[in-house]
């Protein structure tokens, strides 16, 4: 990108579907924080709005899905964007919206957990992404840590198609309890707002255990009878998402469930003394 003097300008970008929390925040706060430390170097950070229909494998996720414009755009002026660009579907779907993408085959990181039980996800994820990347041309994109196996997937394309783009991973954001901040965490109510903290409990649980598989059943169970409707509780390496081998220092627990029809996921590193 060159700004009006011709000079050539620097893009920082967070891709987002908007409805933004104090998450995305610390995305764009990251970036801002690079820019500091470009000593001058002109760098523009953009934060793209767009609520991608082909990514949603549950069209009722879609139509609930919090939509907040004039919000958002005042979150990411003060966390530090320069600008807010919000395509309109036509430019992302120039033929239309379709019923479905090309398929992504990236082995086990497309294959396995939001993969297995999105189907389509990853696929919707790597076209909105990709020309969101052809579109606002970024020299570094931000991507939470939350959203982990999504943080793999959009690695491996940008290994494969755009070469010189840096993808920067940004830790977890978690509310005081230890719920990690997500736009769906708007819509639990009273209850289930107070059961969905014992998702990154039972989760931190595994991290620490010295018998992890183990722990991981029970964490399953105690799950279950709380009233979530569980969908996966998984050890994988952090890098191929793959169970096995183990490599130490490599592993993570992952999880996804839902409370109310609202689906939570998280992951995290093993803290303990884990060994299998
Ligand atoms: O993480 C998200 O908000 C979305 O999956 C993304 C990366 C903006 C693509 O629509």
Do not use: C
Request: glycine share 8%.
């Amino acid at each position: 990108m060159e700004d009006r003097e011709g000079q050539a300008v620097r893009v920082f970008f967070i891709p987002t579907m908007g409805a933004l929390h104090e998450g995305h925040a610390a995305l764009i706060r990251h970036a801002r924080d690079r820019v500091m430390a470009m000593n001058g170097t002109p760098v523009q950070v953009v934060v793209s709005v767009f609520v991608n229909p082909t990514q949603f494998n549950d069209m009722r996720d879609f139509d609930g899905y919090p939509i907040t414009p004039d919000a958002d755009v005042e979150l990411a002026r003060a966390a530090g964007a320069d600008s807010v660009v919000m395509p309109a579907v036509d430019e992302i779907y120039p033929s239309g919206v379709p019923a479905t993408v090309d398929r992504v085959d990236y082995g086990s990181l497309t294959g396995t957990m939001e993969g297995a039980h999105r189907p389509g996800h990853f696929d919707g994820v790597v076209h909105v992404v990709r020309r969101l990347f052809q579109l606002v041309r970024p020299d570094v994109a931000f991507f939470g840590e939350k959203d982990w196996q999504q943080l793999a997937v959009i690695s491996r394309l940008a290994v494969e198609e755009f070469p010189d783009l840096e993808i920067a991973p940004v830790a977890t954001v978690r509310e005081a309890d230890g719920l990690a901040m997500s736009s769906r965490n708007v819509r639990l109510d009273a209850e289930h707002r107070a059961l969905a903290v014992h998702l990154s409990r039972e989760l931190e649980r595994v991290a620490r255990s010295g018998q992890p598989h183990e722990e991981a059943k029970r964490a399953m169970e105690r799950l279950v009878s709380m009233g979530f409707e569980m969908e996966y509780l998984n050890i994988a390496d952090g890098f191929t998402l793959e169970a096995a081998p183990w490599k130490a220092g490599e592993m993570r627990v992952f999880a996804a469930g839902s409370l109310g029809g609202v689906r939570l996921i998280d992951n995290m590193p093993f803290i303990g003394p884990a060994v299998p």
